[in-house]
T-cell receptor, first 119, second 109 residues
Framework: GAVVSQHPSWVICKSGTSVKIECRSL??????MFWYRQFPKQSLMLMAT?????????EQGVEKDKFLINHASLTLSTLTVTSAHPEDSSFYIC???????????????FGPGTRLTVL | GQNIDQPTEMTATEGAIVQINCTYQ??????LFWYQQHAGEAPTFLSY????GLEEKGRFSSFLSRSKGYSYLLLKELQMKDSASYLC??????????FGKGTMLLVSP
C-alpha cells in the first residue's frame, strides 16, 4: 500500500510554544489530507480536512487559529499547534487519500502518528 | 450525523475465533472499513465492505448488512499479536471516515 510519513514521531515542548508536524505522502499524490487527534483509550477524532491549494475545513469545536494547517503541495501537509498547552497533549495522526477514482473505494492511508507532550 | 457502536473490550484465547460487531446509523452510506491499531501506533487497514456479504482475506473476514446497519469482523486462528484495538469506520458520501471508539481485543495464551 501507499506510504504516509510523519515527522517528528514524538515531541515534547513547553507550554506556550508552537509545534509543527509534517505529513508526507511518499509514493503517491494526495489531493486530500486529514488530521486526526486521539486521546488515550479514545477513538480517532477528525480535526480538519485539507485539500491541496485551498483552506482547510475544520470540524466543529476545533480552533482554526490554534491548529494551523497548510497543504502546500500534493505530497505535504503541515499541522502547527500554536501556543500549545498541556491539554493539547495527544497523539496526532495524519491521513492521505489518493485522487478520487471511479470504482475505487479511495482508501485512506495513515501516517505513523506524532506523540505531542506539552509540559 | 453518524452513530457508530462497537463493544469496548473483548477477550479470547490463542487459536480461537472471535467476532467483533459494529452497528451504525448514517445517511449516504458509502462503505465500511475495519482498521487494526496497536497501542501508540497509527491504524492499519484491514478490510472494506460496500455491498452486502462477506469479504474474506486470510484469517480476517468482514461482513456487512446495509439494511441492518451492521457489520462484523471475524478473526480466525487468533495469535497473540492480534491483541490490539479494532476500529470500525463508516464513510458517508465522499466525505471522510467517522470512526467508532474501537474494540480492545486481548488474546491470552
Amino acid at each position: 500500500g501507499a506510504v504516509v510519513s510523519q515527522h517528528p514521531s514524538w515531541v515534547i515542548c513547553k507550554s506556550g510554544t508552537s509545534v509543527k508536524i509534517e505529513c508526507r505522502s511518499l509514493d503517491f499524490q494526495a489531493t486530500t489530507m486529514f488530521w486526526y487527534r486521539q486521546f488515550p483509550k479514545q477513538s480517532l477524532m477528525l480535526m480538519a480536512t485539507s485539500n491541496e491549494g485551498s483552506k482547510a475545513t475544520y470540524e466543529q469545536g476545533v480552533e482554526k487559529d490554534k491548529f494551523l494547517i497548510n497543504h502546500a503541495s500534493l505530497t505535504l501537509s503541515t499541522l502547527t499547534v500554536t501556543s500549545a498547552h498541556p491539554e493539547d497533549s495527544s497523539f496526532y495522526i495524519c491521513s492521505a487519500r489518493v485522487r478520487l477514482a471511479q470504482g475505487s473505494y479511495n482508501e485512506q492511508f495513515f501516517g505513523p502518528g506524532t506523540r505531542l507532550t506539552v509540559l | 450525523g453518524q452513530n457508530i457502536d462497537q463493544p469496548t473490550e473483548m477477550t479470547a484465547t490463542e487459536g480461537a475465533i472471535v467476532q467483533i460487531n459494529c452497528t451504525y446509523q448514517t445517511s449516504g452510506f458509502n462503505g465500511l472499513f475495519w482498521y487494526q491499531q496497536h497501542a501508540g501506533e497509527a491504524p492499519t487497514f484491514l478490510s472494506y465492505n460496500v455491498l452486502d456479504g462477506l469479504e474474506e482475506k486470510g484469517r480476517f473476514s468482514s461482513f456487512l448488512s446495509r439494511s441492518k446497519g451492521y457489520s462484523y469482523l471475524l478473526l480466525k486462528e487468533l495469535q497473540m499479536k492480534d491483541s490490539a484495538s479494532y476500529l470500525c469506520a463508516v464513510r458517508s458520501g465522499y466525505s471522510t471516515l467517522t470512526f467508532g471508539k474501537g474494540t480492545m481485543l486481548l488474546v491470552s495464551p
